[in-house]
């Protein structure tokens, strides 16, 4: 990872020090404010970023927390003469809660369903402060006692205390980046499912995500009450709140610290200055104006300022050490592990009795759709169980029973002597059990190593652990000389290796592996198979699915052949080989009589 | 006596809520045209909503369909003529820009392309507002006919009488036969079902030799026409200014949201669900919290059938 050059703690230090000489030389108070809303916008930006830019999941009701922030700091001191400097806390703990109740029931739903259930409960808490006759509420001047009151008389006290909030938000951000939290965010962003199968408990993530970015929006919403003194529930609560959050962060750039900044830094001001300037003289100029900058803007940069000065920035500069790693050739698996010729296993090495996992009549439907029926199988210890059978026979659904993605209508999955139906994939990782997918899910943005540390958080303490795990995985699928290539950018069998080095980070005791030999060509097939084959004598299990049978007959142990979603017939390579039952399935009564020729 | 009162005052919102829904459906039939299709979330909807409502308006007083038509049956005409208006404007957009940022050409952007539109249509919809407040000015404007304060009355049953409000009649049916006729150009011709196979697969509809970026910018063309009509006969009973549009297209996300992503006939499902909701909640609920209700219902028809009234979730792993 060498994205920032700069030390982000320099960064944001030189930042707020210029910013608060700036702020301390102007002398117009309506400067002095907009000052302020730099700060106070910039911190709502990035409270949504911390859930949004990160996680994916567009929020468009961020007014909610802001607006209960606020109007708890208002009426707090209303009701019961509390000071500011103790409200802004309790509102950042009301932003906290609501968050966290609003994301229990919301993040079942998924894309644009979730963000536009956020959008109602700002709504429906507007139209209920409205009804409760809060219209508009005012803070109450305390003149005699100011700094208790946090009612200074000099504005630029409050630019102060605003970039303390910045900086204080930034550096939480920072922190969340550089975490395993932000890890985990970004797998989220990245593939859920694929995260969710890594070992990462999406849901506990996802509500410590909005809790936070919920306490951060409650705290500044306080702020902005106690700067303006005055609250109403469209200012606070309204449409355009929630969407200044998004305009801030997404004109700057998403899932980055400075995005917001950025937004905020260019925005307010031109938003302020414009409305002053010319909206007196002519209402409604100033929003068209401001209107075609975001459109401009958004057009040359889609994925905001940041990214886009950044790629630039990349552009410029020479991409020979990108090209040296190019160059070099790297080493086939066989340069690296000359032992492990590919051969079939079953001739020297007995199998295990000891039964690492059963499955016992499990079966699932979809409707009328049988997917799944009566399915049973003892996975043994160290050995390759091949799962075949033609397209739609119900292979991928039923490792999707097998790792916790779907639940059975009925059977029972037994992993170490425990129960494991109705847990979910994040449990199955835990208790030991990995997978790759068909259609692969790699992290796109991420490198190989960050790809592969999602996956070893399951099995680590600490980041430290977690990086060793990760660096070890990469190893044994011998994607070391690569590991800090873009996922973006690697080849079908790199990413397939990558996928396997992500499951192996987790320490699994089994492993699904989901056509992991699919579009690979001859020789990449020989690889792969080589690296499964060293896997099992390594302690793991592994149940692998394929759609063709060559490349199996030299990998597995043994066979299970599903055809509609049922066992039709199990057992040791060459006897389902020449099962009549398999070639029919596989090719139809008509070609019977040629096959078995 | 008193449940005569209330089961009369039940039976009216009732029928109020079946006019306001016909209206809200077709509404929800226009952004469900372009979300379903595009999966591109616009909030500038409400927006063009409001620029129909203004060109029904000049049309009706300005440009002669008042002399041609009347006073009576006038507004209806300038509001049919609205939609082709709106759905050039529309058809503009989409090339100018919502095309830059939607399509086939954000399969490079992050989430593809989401932040992009969502960012890019606040603009569009900042213009609009800004613009229609430069432009018509922010004094309240309406397209009133004589029907508007006239009323059919059904009944006396048991006492009790419904009144219809005549505007709402006419703008009720006129919906339905405007979604009925929409419902037909979608699975009959060759055109709505280029755009029912771009919604389904955009790929598989490319590889079928579909230009799924004209498909869509059919869709945007023809969502922003509907929506522009269901504006114009929103007007026949309620005064509006530049700034309207915000009201709206909530109602419009949560209609669209109700009936099921995708599903053309679901956004009016979901639009009339809302309209009713709306209507009803006036029985027991004070006033104000009359679109509290709308989205507390909203949110938990969601939560228990989160595909909506006729959306189907699909997940592959």
Redesign the interface.
């Known amino acids: 990872m060498k994205v920032s050059r700069i030390n982000p703690l320099l960064a944001i230090i030189v930042f707020a020090a210029l910013y608060a000489v700036i702020a301390l030389t102007v002398t117009n108070s309506y400067y002095q404010l907009i000052m302020t809303l730099v700060l106070v916008w910039a911190v709502f930006g990035l409270s949504w970023n911390i859930l949004s830019g990160y996680t994916g999941l567009i929020s468009f009701g961020h007014a909610a927390f802001f607006g209960l922030g606020a109007y708890a700091t208002a009426l707090g001191q209303i009701y019961f003469d509390l000071t500011p400097w103790l409200l802004i806390p309790i509102a950042a703990l009301i932003g906290g809660i609501a968050g966290l109740l609003v994301g229990f029931p919301t993040f079942r739903l998924q894309g644009h369903y979730f963000a536009l259930a956020m959008l109602a409960y700002p709504l429906a808490i507007l139209y209920v402060f409205e009804w409760l006759g809060y219209q508009e509420v005012t803070v109450p001047i305390k003149r005699d006692n100011a700094f208790a009151y946090m009612q200074f008389s000099d504005p630029r006290i409050y630019t102060l205390l605003a970039l303390a909030l910045l900086v204080a938000t930034v550096l939480l951000t920072q922190y969340i980046e550089r975490s395993r939290f932000g890890m985990a965010l970004r797998a989220i962003k990245q593939n859920e499912a694929a995260a969710e199968a890594a070992g990462i408990n999406t849901l506990a993530w996802k509500l410590k995500a909005i809790t936070l970015s919920g306490a951060v929006a409650g705290a500044i919403g306080g702020f902005y009450a106690i700067v303006l003194l005055v609250v109403t529930p469209q200012s606070v609560f309204g449409m355009l709140v929630s969407a200044q959050a998004l305009t801030v962060a997404m004109f700057g750039g998403v899932g980055t610290v400075w995005g917001p900044v950025i937004g905020a830094a260019i925005l307010i001001p031109l938003a302020e200055t414009l409305h002053a300037e010319i909206g007196s003289y002519f209402p409604g100029v100033e929003g068209v104006i401001f209107g075609m900058a975001i459109v401009v803007v958004i057009l040359l940069a889609p994925e905001g300022l940041f990214w886009k000065f950044r790629d630039l920035v990349k552009a410029k500069r020479p991409v020979a050490s990108a090209l040296g790693t190019e160059t070099e050739n790297p080493p086939t698996l066989q340069e690296l592990h000359p032992a492990s010729p590919v051969r079939a296993p079953q001739l020297d090495e007995p199998i295990s009795q000891e039964v690492v996992m059963e499955v016992r009549g499990v079966s699932r439907s979809f409707g009328g759709l049988k997917a799944v029926q009566d399915v049973s199988l003892k996975l043994h210890k160290n050995s390759i169980l091949g799962i075949i059978g033609p397209n739609g026979a119900g292979k991928t659904t039923f490792f999707n029973l097998l790792n916790g993605f779907l639940k059975p209508n009925c059977g029972e999955i037994i992993i170490n002597g425990r129960e494991m139906i109705g847990l979910k994939p994040h449990e199955f990782c835990k208790a030991g059990v990995g997978r790759t997918f068909q259609i692969m899910r790699p992290f796109l943005r991420m490198s190989i190593s960050e790809n592969v540390i999602v996956g070893a958080y399951v099995a680590s303490k600490t980041d430290v652990d977690a990086r060793r795990l990760a660096a070890d995985a990469i190893e044994r699928v011998g994607l070391s000389h690569i590991a800090d290539r873009i996922a973006g950018e690697l080849t079908t069998k790199e990413l397939r290796l990558m996928e396997l080095a992500r499951a192996l980070a987790g320490q699994p005791r089994i492993l699904l592996l989901d056509e992991t030999l699919a579009g690979l060509g001859h020789g990449e097939v020989d690889e792969v198979v080589a690296v499964i084959q060293r896997l099992a004598r390594e302690d793991i299990t592994i149940a692998i699915i394929e759609h063709t049978m060559q490349a199996m007959v030299r990998l597995v142990h043994s066979f299970l052949v599903l055809d509609h979603g049922a066992v039709l017939v199990a057992g040791i390579p060459d006897e389902v080989t020449r099962n009549p039952k398999v070639i029919e399935a596989y090719l139809g009564k008509k070609w019977m009589a040629h096959a078995q020729h | 006596m008193l449940t005569t009162a209330l089961i009369e005052g039940v039976l009216q919102a009732l029928v109020a809520g079946l006019l306001t829904g016909a209206v809200y459906g077709l509404m929800c039939v226009g952004l469900g045209l372009i ?1 379903g299709v595009m ?1 591109v ?1 616009n ?1 500038a909807q409400g927006d063009f909503m409001m620029l129909g409502m203004y060109a029904a308006f000049y049309l009706f007083t300005s440009l002669g369909v008042q002399a041609a038509f009347g006073a009576t049956f006038g507004p209806f005409v300038a509001i049919l003529l609205a939609g082709p208006v709106l759905a050039i404007f529309g058809y503009v957009i989409h090339l100018a ?1 919502i095309s ?2 939607s399509g086939t050409r954000t399969a490079q ?3 593809e ?4 539109q ?3 249509t ?13 432009v018509f000015g ?1 004094v309240l404007a309406s397209i009133r006919t004589p029907l508007s304060s006239a009323a059919w009355e059904l009944g006396p049953f048991f006492d009790m009488s419904v009144f219809v409000n005549k505007a709402r009649g006419v703008d009720a049916i006129i919906a339905i036969a405007t979604i009925g006729a929409l419902a037909l150009f979608i699975a009959r011709s060759r055109v709505g079902k280029s755009l029912r196979a771009a919604a389904d697969n955009p790929m598989a509809a490319t590889y079928m030799g579909i230009d799924v970026n004209r498909a869509h910018r059919v869709a945007f063309s023809l969502g922003s026409g509907v929506t522009a009509i269901a504006g114009g006969l929103l007007a026949t009973n309620i005064p509006f200014h ?1 700034f309207i549009g ?1 009201d709206y297209v ?1 109602v419009m ?2 209609g669209v ?1 109700l009936g099921g ?1 995708g599903s053309i006939i679901g956004a009016f499902w979901g639009g009339m669900t809302i309209g009713l909701v709306q209507q009803l909640s006036t029985t027991i609920l ?1 006033t ?5 209700a709308i ?2 219902v ?2 938990l028809v ?2 228990f059938m ?1 595909q909506g009234f006729f959306g189907r979730m699909v ?3």
């Open positions: 979300f999966r979330i909030f820009l830059r940022v952007l992050e989430g392309g989401h932040y992009a969502l960012i890019l606040l603009g569009i919809a900042l213009i609009l507002q800004n613009g229609g407040l430069m922010s530049p915000v909530i996300y949560a949201v992503m004070p104000q919290l009359q679109n509290a989205f507390v909203f949110l969601v939560f989160p997940e592959r792993t």
